[in-house]
C-alpha cells in the first residue's frame, strides 16, 4: 500500500473538488476499499478521511457507516437533511397536558410557535420551559412516529 504523507494530501476542500478524476480516484482507492461512481459521492468522504489521516484520529465505525451510506446515495441525504419530520399546518393547536395542567401551543408558521403571547421558533424551547428540564420538542407534543412525512 501506498505510504501517505500530509504534503501529498490536498489541504482544502476546493483543493480536492479541482483534483482530475484519475487522481481522485487514486485516493478514493487508498482509503476505501470498494468502488464507487460518481465523482461527487467521493468528495464529502473522502474529505472525512483525509482530515483523520491529516490530524492522526480515527473516525467512529458509526461514522463510516454514514458516510458510506451518503457516498452511496447523496442526492437522497441532502434532501433529507433538514427537512421537519412532521408536518404542521397553520392554526393548529397542540395540546398537551403536563403534571395535571393543560398547555395549548397554537402553529403560527412553518416554524412560528405561540404560546402563552410570546413567540418561539421551535417546539423544545417550549417544551424546555414548561418541563424545566431539556427535552425533545416534537416528543414532547407526541409528533413523532404520528403525523406523515412531508414529501
Known sequence: MFMRRKCDL????????SLSDEKLHFYWETFYS??????????????????????????ADKYITRLDRYANN???????AHKTKYSLSVGT???????????????????????????YSNLTA?????????VSGPAFFGLIGKIKLKT
Do not use: M
Open 93 to 119: 393547536l397542540l395540546i398537551k397536558k403536563y403534571k395535571d395542567k393543560v398547555y395549548q401551543i397554537k402553529v403560527k408558521g412553518e416554524k412560528e410557535f405561540e404560546w402563552e403571547g410570546q413567540t
Open 74 to 80: 447523496p442526492d437522497k441525504y441532502i434532501q433529507c
Open 34 to 59: 470498494y468502488p464507487i461512481k460518481g465523482r461527487k459521492a467521493k468528495l464529502r468522504p473522502l474529505w472525512y478521511a483525509i482530515q483523520c489521516q491529516v490530524k492522526k484520529c480515527k473516525l
Open 10 to 17: 490536498p489541504q482544502t476542500f476546493e483543493d480536492l473538488k
Open 126 to 134: 417550549i417544551a424546555s420551559k414548561i418541563s424545566n428540564c431539556h
